[in-house]
Structure formats: C-alpha cells, structure tokens
C-alpha cells in the first residue's frame, strides 16, 4: 500500500519474468496502472512504497539468480528513471542485496558480500549514500527507525532479535536455544513516530526524516512488536519495550497449538493486522492497538493470505490471497468496516483444482504430521497419485496456488503435500524433528506418506511419484534411495544430491545458516555423507527427471548434473532438463509451461499403461 492508500504497487507474472506495477485507487489516476521499468532482466521479487511516497524500491534478482540488486524509481509515472542503488567495493565480487524496508525516505537493505558476511545499511535512494548500521556474518537487518535497528542473529532455527541504538546493542527476549525470534517492527521512540499524522493525506507535514536524530543517543525508551516463539512452543506476538534500564515485553496475541505467520502495524499505531496459520491454511484478524483487542476473524476471499501492507493511517489493508481455485492476487480490505474493495483489474487467471482435504499420518514412531490431499475431479479415472516435498525444511506445504496440480490432476494422478517433521507452522519441537541425525526419520516420514494414501486407496502401491524442489528436490532424491522400492517415479526440481559437495559450491551465507540443521561440513561431515542420496545411487531405481535452473547459486545445477551422470553410467532411466535463463525459483513462465509439460508426460509415462487413452 501506498501510506496515503491512493495506490499499491504489487507483482504480476503474466509472461517472461515476473515484475513490478503500480496501480492507482484514487484521483484523476484511478483504476489506471503503470509499469515499473528497470534497464535488468530477471525477475522482479519484492516491491515497497517509501514511507512519504515518493519512492518505490524493488528488489530484482538479474536472471534468475540467488543474487538479487535493489533499483528504486519515483512514484510519478511520467518519470521513467530507473537506479540502482546497492553498491559494491570496485574489483571485489559482487555479493546480494536484499530489500527490507523504508526508514523514512532511506531504504534499508542488506548487503551480503562474497565473504558471507552481511551488512545493515540504510541507503538514500537519491543519492546512493550508503550507512552501515551493523556488519556480522548471520546478522539480518529486520527494522529500522530514527536511529534504532533490529538485528535478526543466529543460524536457522536459532533466531534472536537486538535492538542497536547507537553503539549499544540489546538483546530483547530471555536466552532460550532452540526458539525463533524472527521478525519486528519498531513502533515509537521519545520522538514521534515515523509519519505520526492525523490524515492520511497530510503524511509528509510531520514526517522527520532519522538523520534529524541523534544515532548515538540511547536516552528514552523504544517499543517495537516482534513475532518470537521465545518461551513457548508456537510463534506469537510480542510488545518489548527498551530503555536505559533494561527491557520488559508482554504477549500481546497468540493461539494456542497455532503460529502466528505475519502481522503489520499502521503508522499511526491505531491498528495491527495479523495472519494465523492454521495447519496451512490462513486466518485474518485486526487488532485494536490500544487496549490489543483482537476482532473476530476476517473471512478470507482464498485458503491462504501472505506479504500484509498497511496504509498510515491503517484505513486500507492490502495482501496477497490464493487458493487452489484462486490465482495469487491482490485483495483489499478495509479493517475497521471488514468490507472488501473491488478493485478495476483483470482477476488472475490460471488452470485451477478443488480444494484439498486435510489428512493426518501417523509415522511409524508415533508422530503425527499433516498434508494436504488434492484428488481428480469426480469421474476422472485415477490412474496414480505424486507426492509434492516442499522446500526449506523449514517451509510448509499449504493449500495456496499451485500451477502445476491442474494438469496432473486432469490426467487422474493425485497430489499429496505431506508437511513432514522439519516443516514449519507447527510449533518448534517439530521444526527441529530433522535436525542432523535425526533427518533419516524425516526420510522415513516420506515412506510413511506413501503408506498412507495406499491405505486409504488413493492410488495402488506400484504407482506413487515423489517429487520436490530444492529441499524437496533433496528429500525426493533421499526417498528414492532410501525406500527405492516404493516409488514408480520421481522428479527432483533444484534439489542437492551430495550435501557436501554442495555445502562447497553453495553461496557462503547459505552454507553457514544451514550448519544447525544438516551438520557442519567438517565436524559431521560422515553424517553428511550417509544422508547423500549420490553416496546410495545404487540403490535407486525408479526413473527420476531431473530440473534445474543454470543460474541458480543457492543450489547449484551440478548437484543435478553429477546426479544425472551417475544414474547414466548405471543405466539407470534419467532426463536432466536444464533452463539455461532461469535461477532456483524457475521463475520465467514460458520455462514454467515446459516444467508442467515435462511433469505431465513423465508421470503418465510411470504410470503407463494405466493413463487415459
């Protein structure tokens, strides 16, 4: 949302690369739109209003590519200048640049070096002047406001927040290993707020830009609201409070047994959307910011909500809203009259499926996990079922949008999004269920899916494909030599075959985040070895189709490429299809379409003779 809710800048992917439009709501403008034109190519894959409104900043990745740069342009649509504003030492390697958020009229960003160590800047986007407010290695810029920063640290799964005021620096919640405290936005401080306006369309009257202040100063307090699961089993939402003395916080929101996904906060502090995950699946619910009275839920027009923004004054809430019926779109709602704004468009549009149904396994020692189960349309002959892994671990699989179920469901083949021990939306015991050692049971989970939808005569056993992308490429490849004699096929998108010829080719602050939940390189490095499904290629034996984008730095396409040779010289059945333009998201459409073509044809070929005549 723009802060003065006259307009919203969002992404469209409608062919080639997706990228950045701005839409008008009101004014002469209204229901028209413009293009964001920016001299790269590649996807673009974050776009933000600044907190006066003169500026958007996105974040574009060139090609594909893990590493992504930062452009900005006016918000005036005849002003078609477009620059790029992160910046790196001459001569040195180029690192990525990662959009966060607006403080004031600076952006904050993240430069990550090739070194791995990241850097908290705040970027002024008409000159390119850059300050750095801190530099660490697992240091991620979350907020910042008038002088103070939140500083997410840690490796994956063991997240805190600081707060830097100056040259001090705060750790805002109580030491507990193993807990997440991830996101946050600061609120206030002793001087005003961010855009402390009473009109949404005088925002720019009481706007104080933070270089007014004082950065060394840490007099006064700060208050910022931050999602942590720090204490408890299930991320909720917190209000910490920081001065000279110490910090004090308080739950603010939480629901027991579910995450709290996303929250947003008004300018003006009136009001605070929040999103809750419910096995997945997402619900919407505003709360009164002054006495934090939650309002009953919001019914949502799709299955699951994501990327909240909220004007200043907090009279326009925008999100992104899917479904398996529903094409990501944007939606607009007003929070306090909870009614929902059409808006002059053409609605997405894509091939769509029936809702799934929730389905509960129980693994062969004990632990329950869930899934997400997609069927074919009554009347269409099932011919077998695939499972889909999603990535991370620590993602979900979730009833959202996703292009390439339709195709597969229309040929009778059911699709299976089993959420095993190591995703994420289910509490941190569970998060950490896969960790090192104990990701041979995550294996075993995949297995147990298998079983499952056999039991319940989803498909017959000697037809179930297991597919995945980039964890999920791994944990495909993983089953399919782990249980080879459970699969008839397998495709593996992105995904790693040795994990420690990729820790070596990987980018370095990719490697170091993940030392906490695979092993270290070195000290575990035979782990490492035993959960390689490269290592136990022998063992495979059902046909695997191999996807990888050549730019992508994250996993790096020789993981597909020795995989491929491998299965080659056992003569093993493997295609390997490479998209030499694209990254590890696969994000170019036209490359998409091959993908579900691809998909299509070598399921029905697993399954052959039993697919449709």
Same mark, same amino acid.
């Given at each position: 949302?723009?802060?003065?809710?006259?307009?919203?800048?969002? !992404?469209?992917?409608?062919?080639? +690369?997706p990228r950045?439009v701005q839409? &008008?709501?009101?004014?002469w403008r209204?229901?028209?739109?413009?293009?964001?034109e920016?001299?790269?190519?590649? $996807?673009?894959?974050?776009?933000l209003h600044?907190a006066?409104?003169h *500026?958007?900043?996105?974040?574009?990745a060139?090609e594909?590519?893990?590493r992504?740069?930062?452009?900005?342009?006016?918000?005036?649509?005849?002003?078609?200048?477009a620059r790029?504003?992160?910046?790196?030492?001459p001569?040195?390697?180029e690192?990525?640049?990662?959009?966060?958020a607006?403080?004031?009229?600076l952006?904050?960003?993240?430069l990550?070096?090739?070194?791995?160590?990241?850097?908290?800047?705040l970027?002024? $986007?008409?000159t390119?002047? #850059?300050?750095?407010?801190d530099?660490?290695s697992?240091g991620?810029?979350v907020?910042a406001?008038a002088?103070?920063?939140l500083?997410?640290v840690?490796?994956?799964?063991y997240?805190?927040?600081i707060?830097?005021r100056?040259?001090?620096?705060t750790?805002?919640?109580?030491?507990? $290993?193993?807990?997440t405290t991830?996101?946050?936005?600061i609120?206030?401080?002793h001087?005003?707020r961010?855009?402390?306006?009473?009109?949404?369309?005088?925002?720019?009257?009481l706007?104080q830009?933070?270089?007014?202040?004082?950065?060394d100063?840490?007099? @006064?307090?700060?208050?910022?609201?931050?999602?942590?699961?720090?204490?408890t089993?299930?991320a909720?939402?917190?209000e910490?409070?920081? #001065?000279a003395?110490?910090v004090?916080y308080?739950?603010?929101?939480?629901? $027991? @047994?579910?995450?709290l996904?996303?929250?947003?906060?008004?300018?003006?502090l009136s009001?605070v959307?929040? !999103?809750?995950?419910?096995?997945?699946?997402?619900?919407?619910?505003?709360?009164?910011?002054?006495d934090?009275?939650?309002?009953p839920?919001?019914p949502l027009p799709?299955?699951?909500?994501?990327?909240?923004?909220?004007?200043?004054g907090?009279?326009?809430?925008?999100?992104?809203?899917?479904?398996?019926?529903?094409?990501? #779109?944007?939606e607009?709602v007003? /929070?306090?009259?909870?009614?929902?704004?059409?808006?002059d468009?053409e609605p997405?549009?894509g091939p769509?499926? %029936?809702?799934?149904?929730?389905?509960?396994v129980t693994?062969?020692?004990?632990m329950?996990?869930?899934?997400?189960? +997609?069927?074919?349309?009554?009347g269409v %002959?099932?011919?077998?079922a695939?499972?889909f892994?999603?990535?991370?671990?620590?993602?979900q699989?979730?009833?959202?949008?996703?292009?390439?179920?339709?195709?597969?469901?229309?040929?009778?083949?059911s699709v299976?999004?089993?959420?095993?021990?190591?995703?994420g939306?289910?509490g941190r015991?569970?998060?950490?269920?896969?960790?090192?050692?104990?990701? +041979?049971?995550a294996?075993?989970?995949?297995a147990?899916?298998?079983?499952?939808?056999?039991?319940?005569?989803?498909a017959?056993?000697?037809?179930?494909?297991?597919? @995945?992308w980039?964890y999920?490429?791994?944990l #495909?490849?993983?089953?399919?030599? &782990?249980h080879?004699?459970?699969?008839?096929?397998g495709i593996?998108?992105?995904?790693?075959?040795?994990l420690?010829? *990729?820790?070596?080719?990987?980018? %370095?602050w990719?490697?170091?985040?993940?030392?906490?939940?695979?092993?270290h %390189?070195? @000290?575990?490095?035979?782990?490492?070895?035993?959960?390689?499904?490269?290592?136990?290629?022998?063992?495979?034996t059902? /046909?695997l !189709?191999l996807?990888?984008?050549?730019?992508?730095?994250?996993? /790096?396409p020789t993981?597909?490429?020795?995989?491929?040779?491998?299965l080659?010289?056992l003569?093993?059945?493997?295609?390997?299809?490479?998209?030499?333009?694209?990254?590890?998201?696969?994000?170019?459409?036209e490359?998409?379409?091959?993908?579900?073509?691809?998909?299509?044809?070598?399921?029905?070929?697993a +399954?052959?003779?039993?697919?449709?005549?």
């Open positions: 949302m723009s802060p003065d809710a006259t307009a919203f800048a969002h !992404l469209v992917d409608d062919g080639g +690369f950045a839409r &008008f709501l009101r004014g209204a229901s028209s739109s413009r293009d964001v920016l001299p790269v190519e590649g $996807p673009v894959t974050r776009v600044s006066d409104g *500026w958007l900043a996105c974040e574009v060139p594909g590519s893990t992504t740069q930062i452009w900005v342009v006016t918000t005036d649509p005849d002003d078609r200048d790029r504003i992160d910046s790196w030492t001569g040195a390697p690192g990525t640049a990662e959009l966060i607006w403080d004031g009229t952006v904050a960003a993240i990550t070096g090739g070194d791995g160590v990241g850097s908290s800047c970027i002024d $986007p008409a390119g002047r #850059t300050t750095v407010l530099r660490r697992s991620r810029l907020d406001w002088g103070a920063a500083v997410r840690g490796p994956r799964g997240r805190d927040l707060m830097l100056g040259r001090t620096e750790a805002l919640l109580p030491y507990d $290993p193993g807990s991830d996101t946050g936005i609120l206030d401080d001087y005003a961010r855009l402390r306006a009473g009109l949404e369309g005088e925002l720019t009257k706007y830009p933070a270089s007014t202040y004082d950065a100063s840490t007099e @006064g307090y700060v208050r910022a609201l931050i999602r942590s699961e720090n204490g089993e299930h909720r939402l917190l910490v409070t920081v #001065t003395d110490g004090a308080q739950v603010i929101a939480e629901r $027991p @047994g579910y995450e996904d996303e929250f947003t906060v008004s300018d003006d009001t959307a929040v !999103l809750w995950n419910i096995h997945g699946a997402s619900e919407l619910q505003i709360m009164e910011r002054t934090h009275t939650l309002q839920p919001i799709g299955m699951v909500a994501t990327q909240l923004s909220i004007s200043a907090g009279s326009m809430l925008a999100m992104t809203v899917e479904g398996p019926s529903t094409p990501p #779109t944007v607009l007003d /929070p306090r009259t909870r009614e929902w704004e059409i808006v468009r997405s549009s769509v499926s %029936p809702d799934p149904t929730l389905e509960r693994a062969r020692d004990g329950e996990f869930t899934g997400w189960l +997609f069927r074919p349309r009554d %002959p099932v011919i077998g695939m499972l892994l999603h990535g991370g671990p620590e993602g699989g979730r009833p959202g949008y996703n292009e390439f179920f339709p195709a597969l469901l229309e040929e009778g083949i299976f999004l089993p959420n095993v021990r190591g995703s939306g289910f015991t569970f998060m950490h269920a896969d960790d090192k050692e104990r990701r +041979f049971a294996i075993d989970d995949v147990d899916a298998v079983d499952y939808l056999v039991k319940r005569e989803v017959p056993a000697d037809r179930i494909a297991c597919c @995945g980039s999920g490429g791994y #495909t490849q993983a089953a399919l030599t &782990f080879p004699d459970r699969f008839a096929a593996s998108i992105c995904g790693m075959s040795d420690n010829t *990729w820790y070596r080719n990987t980018e %370095p990719i490697a170091a985040a993940a030392y906490p939940k695979y092993g %390189p070195i @000290g575990d490095r035979e782990l490492l070895e035993q959960l390689s499904p490269l290592q136990r290629v022998d063992a495979m059902a /046909p !189709l996807v990888h984008g050549a730019n992508d730095t994250n996993v /790096p993981e597909s490429q020795q995989m491929f040779e491998a080659q010289s003569n093993r059945k493997v295609e390997l299809l490479m998209f030499d333009d694209d990254g590890h998201e696969i994000d170019r459409r490359n998409r379409a091959v993908l579900v073509k691809a998909m299509r044809e070598w399921l029905i070929a +399954f052959s003779p039993y697919s449709n005549p």
